[in-house]
T-cell receptor, first 111, second 111 residues
Framework: NAGVTQTPKFQVLKTGQSMTLQCAQD?????MYWYRQDPGMGLRLIYY???????DKGEVPNGYNVSRLNKREFSLRLESAAPSQTSVYFC??????????FGPGTRLLVL | QKEVEQNSGPLSVPEGAIASLNCTYS??????FFWYRQYSGKSPELIMSIYSNGDKEDGRFTAQLNKASQYVSLLIRDSQPSDSATYLCAVNMNRDDKIIFGKGTRLHILP
């Protein structure tokens, strides 16, 4: 039982490049989330998915797209990376009336 | 105005004393409330969840919720150096699982 896994752990991009951050959970949770964390900013919600087949915008969705591929997987895509997207990205999942479980995070540096 | 507000600190508390962390939220329809602890470079981990008005105790931790005042707090009794971390307040803003975090409060326990 791995919980929530994220790949890659670390990535360096040049401005304008694209990439997809992968997230998977093996807890059969319905809800999944993508957050970004910048120094002094706490966790800011980018997108979330309350169930397979649905996605909704969070607080800071601009510049990102998401795909809820199936119940297990929720990916985050940066189509054209910008330096402002340098951050630590956390994926989380949540079962009904339960807490969120977080992945280990992906550190992204955009040059 | 952010939907979940916390004092960013740092909050310095002597070892053995009580640390008091506070959080306010904007949405009166919010249903569930969480406190997470995050050590530097690590993922957030759940400390307490609370769903109804009043106090909820778990070991040295007590969560307090006042929905009328839109206020939730966390008390840490007999503070230990290992409690030094950032504490994040999270709120389930509505019924579709949108969970928003505050910026977090940095707590420093003085030996």
């Amino acid at each position: 039982n791995a919980g929530v896994t994220q790949t890659p752990k670390f990535q360096v991009l040049k401005t304008g490049q694209s990439m997809t951050l992968q997230c998977a959970q093996d807890m059969n949770h319905n809800s999944m989330y993508w957050y970004r964390q910048d120094p002094g900013m706490g966790l800011r919600l980018i997108y979330y998915s309350a169930s397979e087949g649905t996605t909704d915008k969070g607080e800071v969705p601009n510049g990102y797209n998401v795909s809820r591929l199936n119940k297990r997987e929720f990916s985050l895509r940066l189509e054209s990376a910008a330096p402002s997207q340098t951050s630590v990205y956390f994926c989380a999942s949540r079962g009904r009336l339960e807490t969120q479980y977080f992945g280990p995070g992906t550190r992204l540096l955009v040059l | 105005q952010k939907e979940v507000e916390q004092n960013s600190g740092p909050l310095s508390v002597p070892e053995g004393a009580i640390a008091s962390l506070n959080c306010t939220y904007s949405d009166r329809g919010s249903q569930s409330f969480f406190w997470y602890r995050q050590y530097s470079g690590k993922s957030p981990e759940l400390i307490m969840s609370i769903y109804s008005n009043g106090d909820k105790e778990d070991g040295r931790f007590t969560a307090q919720l006042n929905k009328a005042s839109q206020y939730v707090s966390l008390l840490i009794r007999d503070s230990q150096p290992s409690d030094s971390a950032t504490y994040l307040c999270a709120v389930n803003m509505n019924r579709d699982d949108k969970i928003i975090f505050g910026k977090g409060t940095r707590l420093h326990i003085l030996p």
